[in-house]
């Protein structure tokens, strides 16, 4: 299939799940059990009553390729972070984020190691309501390590290789339990270029030693809701090519990237951002169609998956659902111009 949809990951999380006046002021890097609204002992089915919505919705919009919506989840990093050995998940550290703000985030006090997996039963869960292709998220372990206080290494290059060891197993039992694709997100490279230089592209393709399934790499700019002017281009982005992940999930709407700067990904399939989570006004399938072609102009098709900037937990989830489907119609009118209907 030319061109086939999928979400980043994320899709709003029901309003009887989780408390999401709250969620919309943070982005949480430690453990936040208050943001729930469902007692501990009914949670997880709770959790997949949303996962089954979060996968209804998106079948009915029509995307071709279905995530769990990470609806277990208060951010797309912390869960699997906290979930480690060698963190002190009761006394948080601290760091500046993107916006200057210090937060808490997991301190390591010692090796960092994974002692169970952490999404596994997430990805059964997934695999068993939906029979179209399915794709898993995994936080990287460079975005990891800059999330984190490191009272333990002194190193942040051996930070970030041990949590690159962590989500190698993570991903090797993904794919064994039915993934079609998992996608790494490493949001941190583009904020962190130099480090990213020095030691983040060792760290990712550590994460993909030996893994033999469809690989993505995600990287951003930061959730719409919290970063609202967004650079038009990339600081650490053609790097990529060197990367052992055979697909590049780029943010190109709301930042109105210069795509030709794809163009230093030759070997890349792009997982090409054609929604804006900063409006809230739902896009008209024509103007989908028309991120579409000018990203035809320096990528061909047939490398191409279409997809939202970002993650869309922060959306009204009826937004989300209405921006899903301009995508897939938007997306339906270039294919039937490619095929020459």
């Known amino acids: 299939m030319l061109l086939p949809t999928c979400l980043v990951g994320s899709y709003p999380q029901p309003d009887w799940l989780i408390d999401r006046e709250k969620l919309s002021k943070q982005v949480p890097r430690v453990r936040a059990d208050d943001l729930w609204l469902i007692a501990p002992d009914k949670r997880e089915a709770a959790q997949d009553d949303a996962t089954i919505l ?3 919705d998106q079948e009915r919009a029509g995307l071709d390729i279905i995530t769990d919506g990470e609806q277990r989840r208060e951010s797309y990093s912390n869960r699997f972070a906290t979930a480690l050995d060698g963190i002190d998940v009761e006394n948080p550290g601290a760091v500046i984020n993107r916006t200057g703000r210090a937060i808490p985030v997991p301190r390591i006090v010692g090796p960092i190691r994974r002692k169970r ?3 596994l039963r997430d990805l059964q869960i997934l695999r068993a309501n939906t029979d179209r292709p399915v794709k898993a998220t995994v936080p990287g372990p460079f975005t990891m390590g800059r999330q984190a206080q490191d009272d333990y290494y ?4 051996a930070v970030a290789m041990d949590y690159a060891a962590a989500v190698n197993a993570e991903i090797k039992d993904l794919f064994a339990a039915g993934a079609d694709v998992v996608q790494i997100d490493e949001p941190w490279m583009q904020q962190h270029p130099d480090k990213a230089r020095q030691y983040g592209l060792k760290a990712l393709n550590r994460a993909l030693d030996g893994v033999t399934g469809t690989v993505a790499v995600h990287l951003c700019f930061g959730y719409a809701a919290v970063v609202r002017d967004k650079p038009s281009g990339y600081s650490f982005l053609p790097e990529l090519e060197q990367s052992k ?5 780029i943010e190109a709407a ?8 794809l163009r230093q990904l030759p070997s890349k399939t792009i997982i090409l951002g054609v929604i804006d989570l900063s409006d809230m006004n739902v896009e008209t399938p024509q103007i989908v169609a028309e991120r579409i072609r000018r990203a035809l102009q320096v990528v ?9 900037d970002c993650g869309m937990k922060y959306l009204p989830r009826a937004v989300a659902f209405g921006k899903m489907q301009a995508m897939v119609g938007g997306t339906m009118l270039v294919r039937r111009e490619l095929n020459g209907a």
């Open 300 to 308: 061909p098709a047939e490398r191409i998956i279409v997809a939202p």
């Open 245 to 249: 992940a055979q697909q590049i999930s």
């Open 54 to 56: 979060a996968i209804r």
């Open 154 to 157: 002194k190193d942040e290059e």
């Open 117 to 119: 997996p952490v999404e």
């Open 254 to 261: 709301q930042p109105k990237l210069d795509l030709k700067v």
